[in-house]
Nanobody, 114 residues
Framework: QVQLVESGGGLVQAGGSLRLSCAAS????????VSWYRQAPGNQRELVAT???????NYADSVKGRFTISRDNPKNIVYLQMNSLKPEDTAVYYC????????WGQGTQVTVSS
């Protein structure tokens, strides 16, 4: 059974930085695509960034140049480094892994104040 546990969210001022972590168990981040999504109140969940099993990264246009997704294979953790945060980045951020099934973490709240 795959489990994903997010951490690192919090309250930060606009222009600040946060690093989110997604700790995986039951499957390897090295061999599966892992993504970060976010969902703001009243909005649909949207894809923020993905790192493929081969290490290829992709980003939503809204975060390109500000967010970086990476992974630590031995620790089995995927990170989302978020810089130059804006109030519109405020959301619950979720980690997702796709294997034979689609797995989600419980989410971590990010709040950016203006």
């Amino acid at each position: 059974q795959v489990q994903l546990v997010e951490s690192g969210g919090g309250l930060v001022q606009a222009g600040g930085s946060l690093r989110l972590s997604c700790a995986a168990s039951g499957s390897s981040v090295r061999f599966n695509a892992v993504s970060w999504y976010r969902q703001a109140p009243g909005n649909q969940r949207e894809l923020v960034a993905t790192i493929s099993g081969g290490g290829t990264t992709n980003y939503a246009d809204s975060v390109k140049g500000r967010f970086t997704i990476s992974r630590d294979n031995p620790k089995n953790i995927v990170y989302l480094q978020m810089n130059s945060l804006k109030p519109e980045d405020t959301a619950v951020y979720y980690c997702n892994m796709v294997t034979l099934h689609n797995y989600w973490g419980q989410g971590t709240q990010v709040t950016v104040s203006s």
